[in-house]
């Protein structure tokens, strides 16, 4: 597992993604809340964070994180998204051989999150790392979801002069979180 993740890292960071690993749901969410508040996430317009449903909010108290963090919410619509500077969610799986993460996205607030904020905060267990994209396949099953979502590095674009910019259709900026020990979390 450990060199599966550090392929991954290194294709994802070569894509100017940020990866930082965690033994544990409590100090991932620990450094998430930290990163929250580090970058300016408030109750103030454009500096929100929405956060999508997922089991790796299992047994959190919403409201303690809403003190902690004044700024988040749960409750994800298109405008709460579109006025948020962070988008926080789970994905499903990840290919190390090019640092890209897989998501089954057929939950609009799944694909809100991870494309209106600046900021894409993508948490996934270590153990859904895996070699290939064939490998995903087996596990996801294309013919049976509606929406899947590949997500390699912040947006990028380039105009036909080979001009690079980042963030124009998407975040600026991801931050993957990767734990390995993906069990509930209580704040």
């Not at 590949?150 to 947006?155: A, C, E, K, V």
Request: hydrophobic share 45%; proline share 4%.
């Amino acid at each position: 597992m450990n060199s599966t993740f550090e392929a991954f890292k290194t294709k994802a960071e070569a894509v100017s993604a940020e990866v930082h690993r965690f033994p544990t749901q409590a100090e991932a969410l620990a450094f998430i809340l930290g990163f929250l508040q580090e970058s300016g996430v408030s109750d103030a317009p454009q500096c929100g964070a929405v956060w999508a449903a997922g089991s790796f909010l299992d047994g959190a108290r919403k409201d303690d994180l809403k003190v902690k963090v004044p700024g988040i919410t749960f409750e994800v619509t298109k405008e709460a998204s579109a006025d948020s500077k962070v988008g926080i969610s789970q994905l499903d799986w990840a290919i190390s051989s090019t640092g890209t993460l897989v998501q089954d996205a057929a939950a609009v607030e799944k694909r809100l999150v991870s494309t209106l904020p600046t900021i894409h905060v993508a948490i996934l267990g270590t153990d859904r790392i895996l070699a290939d994209m064939g490998s995903v396949l087996e596990h996801l099953r294309p013919q049976q979801i509606d929406y899947i979502s590949f997500i390699t590095g912040p947006s990028r674009t380039a105009d036909i002069e080979r001009v690079l910019t980042i963030g124009v259709h998407g975040p600026a900026r991801l931050i993957i979180v990767v734990v390995d020990e993906f069990q509930k979390v209580t704040a």
